[in-house]
């Protein structure tokens, strides 16, 4: 059996603790959860508070952010992403988080 694990990594805008990000922080409970009880769910990286956003990424910035989920499949991860209140707060994500530019080999 396959299972699709997926991974963010985000760059906030302001500091985790800064107004500015409380609409992203004050709901990550809410969408974890969501996810937590959703089908074909497997398993989300946390840390102590039952989240990851102490969760130091590699070169150690405050302002980057990892999440990292496994999944059933695909369609598991698709319905959580876009049928879930994590599509609204999805669209709220430009007012929290910077865009990445692109990848070049």
Do not use: C
Request: aromatic share 12%.
């Amino acid at each position: 059996m396959r299972h699709l694990a997926q991974v963010n990594v985000a760059r906030l805008k302001y500091p985790i603790d800064d107004p500015r990000i409380a609409g992203f922080v004050n709901n990550i409970d809410i969408v974890n959860s969501v996810a937590d009880r959703s089908d074909g769910f497997i398993w989300r990286l946390q840390d102590d508070d039952n989240n990851a956003l102490d969760v130091v990424f590699e070169d150690g910035n405050p302002l980057l952010i990892v999440n990292m989920s496994v999944w059933e499949s695909p369609a598991h991860l698709e319905k959580f992403v876009w049928q879930t209140v994590h599509k609204q707060i999805y669209k709220k994500k430009d007012e929290w988080f910077e865009a990445f530019s692109p990848l070049v080999g």
